[in-house]
């Protein structure tokens, strides 16, 4: 058996995991004890992470669409990918990426649409927007005096949680605000905060919460409900000279807003209804808006496993889990990670830069 120090996908927080391979397999998780970011913890999910690789609904070969999807081959499925691209122009052409994706494909991406004059691209960050000002550090967190959190960190980021309960032992005062009755971040806070919306939150932010706010104190948003509310937090934090963290679902959130322009739900319907041909690597926006595929004229799905979006696809190519690549992430504090080839791409599949670079060859098309 083997070990290889890795970084989990799980969400934007960064943990460091040794994956433990067995014949080119991997069989199991072992934590990194001195990764800097949980120090030798891992959550659940984190744990779990390799299962993905197991999937049942896993692609290991390419699929077209005759009637219904049927098995193919790379020459087959690129052939036809390629010329339904070549008869449409940049502007009738989109490209939706993911927060999951690495850096290295991100930019590959954007070089690919630039070449072909497309505009119409960018991945779903989930209500959270482009932003370039410098945020907290774990130990930030760890070492402040007074936190508001946004959100239920401690059960959906433990290992961001498990710095906030180190400052909360020395001394830090915690206040939390979320929807439901009750989450495990506003048990183990001084106050909690029910609410019903995140802009009545930020309408009605009490005076006392404003007061305890500054050099010493820490934002952390998990959650908004719409992008512009990232403004409001982010001037919030600026008047008070607080640092401010944001903690986002996909592993690669910030990293892809370096390259990609950030999309939430309304701008992704208008992207995908405005365009002929969609071409998606690594989400599943039918999962989420459906009903804006109904006018495409033809869809390309990169992906590892048989999602929704596959499903109602052309094309499906089968793309390559993080353990199956080399790249890097970024994680939420900015920490740009690398991530090793660990076992093999599974069958047929390919891993996601080559994939993008021969559809790219047969366009001719240099990246």
């Known amino acids: 058996m083997k070990m290889t120090h890795t970084i989990c996908p799980s969400c ?42 197991s999937e049942k609904t896993r692609l290991t070969f390419p699929l077209i669409k005759k009637g219904s999807l049927i098995d193919s081959d790379w020459e087959e499925a690129l052939n036809m990918a390629v010329k339904e691209i070549k008869s449409l122009k940049g502007e009738e052409i989109g490209i939706i990426a ?55 960190i401690l059960k959906e980021n433990p290992l961001m949680g498990r710095r906030i309960i180190r400052a909360k032992e020395n001394g830090a005062e915690i206040i939390a605000a979320d929807y439901p009755d009750k989450t495990t971040t506003g048990i183990n806070a001084d106050e909690y ?26 934002i952390i948003v998990g959650k908004l409900d719409h992008k512009q509310e990232l403004d409001e937090f982010y001037q919030i934090a600026s008047n008070s000279n607080s640092k401010i963290v944001l903690v986002m679902d996909d592993c690669n959130s910030r990293g892809a807003m370096n390259t990609l322009p950030v999309l939430d739900k ?67 504090t900015g920490n740009i990670q690398k991530i090793p080839q660990v076992v093999p791409v599974a069958g047929k599949a390919l891993d996601d830069v080559t994939i993008i670079q021969k559809i790219a060859e047969k366009l001719g098309i240099d990246l």
């Open 193 to 218: 905060i029910q609410i019903k919306s995140i802009k009545e939150f930020l309408d009605n932010l009490s005076f006392e919460v404003q007061s305890k706010l500054n050099e010493d104190s820490i």
């Open 266 to 332: 309304d701008d992704l319907k208008t992207l995908i209804e405005g365009v002929k041909l969609l071409y998606v690597v690594g989400d599943d926006p039918a999962s989420y808006t459906e009903k804006s595929f109904k006018n495409l004229d033809f869809l390309i799905t990169q992906t590892t496993t048989l999602n929704d979006t596959a499903l109602i696809s052309d094309i499906v190519l089968p793309g390559a889990f993080w353990a199956e690549k080399s790249g890097s992430f970024t994680n939420c």
């Open 98 to 152: 993911s927060g999951n994706c690495t850096n290295e494909e991100c930019e590959i991406l954007k070089k690919f649409a630039d070449a072909l004059g497309v505009e119409n691209i960018g991945y779903n960050n989930h209500n959270f927007s482009n932003f370039d000002f410098e945020t907290g550090s774990f130990d930030d967190v760890e070492n402040s005096q007074f936190i508001l959190i946004i959100g239920d």
């Open 12 to 53: 934007s927080v960064g943990c460091g995991i040794n994956l433990i391979t067995k014949n080119q397999e991997v069989v199991g998780t072992y934590p990194y004890k001195r990764h800097h970011i949980n120090e030798g913890k891992n959550c659940s999910r984190g744990r779990k992470c390799f299962e993905v690789l």
